[in-house]
Nanobody, 115 residues
Framework: QVQFVESGGGLVQPGGSLRLSCVAS????????MAWYRQGPGKQRELVAS???????DYADSVKGRFTISRDNAKKTVYLQMNNLTPEDTAVYYC?????????WGRGTQVTVSS
């Protein structure tokens, strides 16, 4: 029923910044726990950051201090601000919404960090 669409990916040099967005097509967005995942070449998908219904946030150790997750329930959008990017951040980034034991995934957006 609900669909999520990511945007904002692209090519950036090391030390640069990007802001990713993920918009929900329907549903009561404020009831979904939201998260960003990423999958680099030859690697498994990993959790990057999450923001729950109550507003609490968590980050992977590798991105703490550099990435910030936020949400705007009125716009049905979750954001990921990424600063001080490194080549290790290169991956396809996916947003996920979770509600009542079900997961809903976007198709992903490519982030490439290279000089």
């Amino acid at each position: 029923q609900v669909q999520f669409v990511e945007s904002g990916g692209g090519l950036v040099q090391p030390g640069g910044s990007l802001r990713l967005s993920c918009v929900a097509s329907a549903g009561i967005f404020s009831l979904y726990h939201m998260a960003w995942y990423r999958q680099g070449p030859g690697k498994q998908r990993e959790l990057v950051a999450s923001i729950r219904v109550g507003g609490s946030v968590d980050y992977a150790d590798s991105v703490k201090g550099r990435f910030t997750i936020s949400r705007d329930n009125a716009k049905k959008t979750v954001y990921l601000q990424m600063n001080n990017l490194t080549p290790e951040d290169t991956a396809v980034y996916y947003c996920r919404g979770a509600r009542m034991g079900n997961d809903y995934w976007g198709r992903g957006t490519q982030v490439t960090v290279s000089s």
